[in-house]
Nanobody, 114 residues
Framework: QVQLVESGGGLVQAGGSLRLSCRAS???????MGWFRQAPGKQRELVAS???????NYADSVEDRFTISRDNAKNTMYLQMNNLKPEDTAVYYC?????????WGQGTQVTVSS
């Protein structure tokens, strides 16, 4: 079992920035990882993903504003979020697929005020 702990969420004004972190309790070296988000009344959606080779993929709505990265030595994944918009308000979840098993973090709230 892998424990995932997210941090870095909070309240920010539109146009501001936040950096989310997701720290895993085990090595992420062979894991693909991603950030998802879920707004009230909406389905959970993929925001960004990063492969074991650090290839990245982004949702169209966050392209050019968000950057996903990973530090295997620290077992940590990051999401740098710039130029935040009110529609980015959601609970953000860390996701790790490790040896065929999917793990989720508990979520961190991001609220963007207009």
């Amino acid at each position: 079992q892998v424990q995932l702990v997210e941090s870095g969420g909070g309240l920010v004004q539109a146009g501001g920035s936040l950096r989310l972190s997701c720290r895993a309790s085990r090595s992420i070296f062979f894991s693909s990882m991603g950030w998802f988000r879920q707004a009230p009344g909406k389905q959970r959606e993929l925001v960004a993903s990063i492969t074991t080779e650090s290839r990245t993929n982004y949702a169209d709505s966050v392209e050019d504003r968000f950057t996903i990265s990973r530090d295997n030595a620290k077992n940590t994944m990051y999401l740098q979020m710039n130029n935040l918009k009110p529609e980015d308000t959601a609970v953000y979840y860390c996701n790790v697929v490790r040896f065929g098993m999917t793990h989720w973090g508990q979520g961190t709230q991001v609220t963007v005020s207009s």
